[in-house]
């Protein structure tokens, strides 16, 4: 699953420098940031306040035009990328970190794409602005383990910095617009890289439609026990609300974040499962994948698909169906 919501100096500042619970949680991405030299953890404070508000790491340079004040500039696009409830689980109540590596992993793999189509800014020529697309993005990355009401969630917070270059030392505002535009595509090839990585480690998994997956083991049950923010969603919008419903009273009932050790979270967790008689699904042998090949016969499909819909449609459009059919593909060669 993908979100994406602009976000502010001050948000982020609050939000994205408090409470980075497992080692090595943090990180530079992008094109853009490697031109800036930031690499690593995100460690310094000092430094990632100045990147959120269009300034040079050092912040002796304006990267992005005029000044704008903090409180109206769009620091950042927030892309969160959530592992489903089954991979949290079996992870972060199960023990199994090397799904946090396949999460993290599929995660990267969805950046790059996202960089190489959707890296884009606006510039002023003699026809009038236009559209370009750069190619390089600086991005904060931020792992995270738990909901707000303390369950096992795990996901990343991508910034998106709202900064790009266009030439050699050269910087524009980022423009978020594609990336909005064409988020449920990337969380269905976030979602179809990761079920790869997951199979690879020994997990079966079962398909539940527009491109989404769950390790196989667990009953409908045991995901809603250790679901309670959905819950308490459902409840206050109702089972039949349509999404921006959800996300109307996802905002209603948001709750301050409450700081809890790692330690006592994994503790928690296992108490909570061991009481609820929820077992843990364990890898079996090494699964076969097949992976990076669509058919012609897919291929076909997904054109005969949008061409009943449309005339003319975007490359999104055959992806996003040929992967809610859940058939394997190379994203990065279409």
Same mark, same amino acid.
């Given at each position: 699953?993908?979100? =994406?919501?602009?976000?502010?100096?001050?948000?982020?500042?609050?939000?994205?420098?408090?409470?980075?619970?497992?080692?090595?949680?943090?990180?530079?991405?992008?094109?853009?940031?490697?031109?800036?030299?930031?690499?690593?953890?995100?460690?310094?404070? !000092?430094?990632?306040?100045?990147?959120?508000?269009?300034?040079?790491?050092?912040?002796?340079?304006?990267?992005?035009?005029?000044?704008?004040?903090?409180?109206?500039?769009?620091?950042?696009?927030?892309?969160?990328?959530?592992?489903?409830?089954?991979?949290?689980?079996?992870?972060?109540?199960?023990?199994?970190?090397?799904?946090?590596?396949?999460?993290?992993?599929?995660?990267?793999?969805?950046?790059?794409?996202?960089?190489?189509?959707?890296?884009?800014?606006?510039?002023?020529?003699?026809?009038?602005?236009?559209?370009?697309?750069?190619?390089?993005?600086?991005?904060? %990355?931020?792992?995270?383990?738990?909901?707000?009401?303390?369950?096992?969630?795990?996901?990343?917070?991508?910034?998106?910095?709202?900064?790009?270059?266009?030439? !050699?030392?050269?910087?524009?505002?980022?423009?978020?617009?594609?990336?909005?535009?064409?988020?449920?595509?990337?969380?269905?090839?976030? %979602?179809?890289?990761?079920?790869?990585?997951?199979?690879?480690?020994?997990?079966?998994?079962?398909?539940?439609?527009?491109?989404?997956?769950?390790?196989?083991?667990?009953?409908?049950?045991?995901?809603?026990?250790?679901? !309670?923010?959905?819950?308490?969603?459902?409840?206050?919008?109702?089972?039949?609300?349509? =999404?921006?419903?959800?996300?109307?009273?996802?905002?209603?009932?948001?709750?301050?974040?409450?700081?809890?050790?790692?330690?006592?979270?994994?503790?928690?967790?296992?108490?909570?499962?061991?009481?609820?008689?929820?077992?843990?699904?364990?890898?079996?042998?090494?699964?076969?994948? %097949?992976?990076?090949?669509?058919?012609?016969?897919?291929?076909?499909?997904?054109?005969?698909? =949008?061409?009943?819909?449309?005339?003319?449609?975007?490359?999104?459009?055959?992806?996003?169906?040929?992967?809610?059919?859940?058939?394997?593909?190379?994203?990065?060669?279409?």
């Amino acid at each position: 699953m993908l979100t =994406c919501k602009p976000i502010s100096v001050n948000e982020a500042e609050l939000y994205f420098t408090k409470g980075y619970y497992l080692q090595g949680s943090s990180r530079w991405s992008g094109k853009g940031s490697t031109v800036l030299g930031l690499s690593g953890a995100i460690d310094n404070q !000092k430094v990632f306040s100045n990147i959120l508000s269009g300034y040079s790491p050092s912040g002796r340079k304006r990267l992005t035009g005029k000044k704008i004040p903090i409180d109206k500039r769009r620091a950042a696009t927030d892309c969160t990328f959530s592992a489903p409830k089954s991979v949290s689980m079996t992870a972060l109540v199960g023990g199994d970190l090397r799904l946090i590596e396949a999460h993290r992993l599929a995660v990267a793999m969805t950046l790059e794409i996202m960089e190489k189509r959707y890296a884009h800014t606006r510039v002023r020529t003699p026809g009038g602005r236009i559209i370009v697309n750069t190619g390089n993005l600086v991005i904060g %990355q931020f792992d995270h383990i738990e909901t707000r009401e303390l369950d096992p969630h795990l996901h990343t917070h991508c910034l998106v910095m709202n900064m790009t270059e266009l030439e !050699k030392g050269k910087w524009y505002s980022h423009l978020n617009e594609a990336i909005m535009s064409n988020r449920k595509t990337l969380g269905m090839i976030y %979602q179809h890289y990761l079920a790869l990585e997951v199979q690879k480690l020994g997990y079966e998994i079962e398909h539940i439609g527009h491109g989404q997956f769950d390790i196989k083991g667990y009953s409908e049950k045991d995901l809603m026990d250790f679901s !309670k923010r959905r819950q308490q969603i459902l409840e206050a919008a109702g089972k039949e609300a349509s =999404c921006s419903e959800r996300d109307r009273y996802w905002a209603l009932t948001r709750k301050s974040k409450e700081y809890v050790r790692p330690e006592e979270l994994f503790t928690k967790w296992s108490e909570e499962a061991n009481q609820l008689g929820i077992s843990i699904v364990q890898p079996s042998v090494t699964i076969e994948v %097949q992976e990076n090949l669509v058919s012609q016969q897919n291929l076909e499909d997904a054109i005969a698909h =949008c061409s009943e819909r449309a005339v003319a449609f975007k490359q999104e459009e055959l992806e996003k169906f040929i992967l809610s059919e859940s058939k394997p593909m190379d994203v990065t060669k279409n």
